[in-house]
Each structure stands twice: as structure tokens, then as C-alpha cells.
């Protein structure tokens, strides 16, 4: 079983910071990413940020430049720091976990979710 847990979500001003945990535990993998994609009403789920296993990361286009993911490998917890926050980067953010044993399919989990709400 693997459980993933989201924290640091809330209310902020435009221009303000959010910095966003997620903690796995469980049956982590060693071969796994971890990252964030988020959800706003009427809109289909997007990546925000992931992380490899080897230390790359990717971004989605609206918030290259002002998001950071990070990650505790030991305490297999990712970050993200949100800089410069806009109205709509409103949404309810999601951690997920995807992992992979060599030859095997990979398995995707997903946290809770933590709500994000930016005003102007």
C-alpha cells in the first residue's frame, strides 16, 4: 500500500506564496517520480511539476519560472513552492506518486488533494 498525504494548501493573495508537502509512505519503490498536477473547476487535470528518479523535472508552461518542485529522498516527501501566485492558479493540487520494479508496468497513486485559492 502506498498513502500519499498533501499539506500547505490555503488562502492567499495574489502575488503571495504557497509551499505545498506531500509525504508518501507505504511500499515506496525506489524507481518512482513524484510530482503535482491540479485541478480547476470546469477544467481537466494538468501537470503542474514532477520530478524524476534521477533528480530531473519538467513544468508545465504557466507556472515555469515562478513554481519549484523539490524532494526529501529520505523522508520521501516533494515540495512545491508556488512564487507568485496568480487567480488562476486556483485549483485543487494533487501529489502523485508513479512507480515501476525493472520490466514491470508502472502503478500511479494519487493524494487527497489540498485546495488552493488565489484572490485578486
Known amino acids: 500500500q502506498v498513502q500519499l498525504v498533501e499539506s500547505g494548501g490555503g488562502l492567499v493573495q495574489a502575488g503571495g506564496s504557497l509551499r505545498l508537502s506531500c509525504a508518501a509512505s507505504?511500499?515506496?519503490?525506489?524507481?518512482?517520480?513524484m510530482g503535482w498536477y491540479r485541478q480547476a473547476p470546469g477544467k481537466q487535470r494538468e501537470l503542474v511539476a514532477f520530478?524524476?528518479?534521477?533528480?530531473?523535472?519538467n513544468y508545465g508552461d504557466s507556472v515555469k519560472g515562478r513554481f519549484t518542485i523539490s524532494k526529501n529522498n529520505a523522508k520521501l516527501t516533494v515540495y512545491l513552492q508556488m512564487n507568485s501566485l496568480k487567480p488562476e492558479d486556483t485549483a485543487v493540487y494533487y501529489c502523485?506518486?508513479?512507480?515501476?520494479?525493472?520490466?514491470?508496468?508502472?502503478?500511479?497513486?494519487w493524494g487527497q488533494g489540498t485546495q488552493v485559492t488565489v484572490s485578486s
Open positions: 502523485n506518486l508513479n512507480q515501476w520494479d525493472s520490466g514491470a508496468l508502472s502503478t500511479d497513486y
Open positions: 520530478m524524476t528518479s534521477t533528480g530531473g523535472t
Open positions: 507505504g511500499s515506496i519503490l525506489s524507481t518512482n517520480t
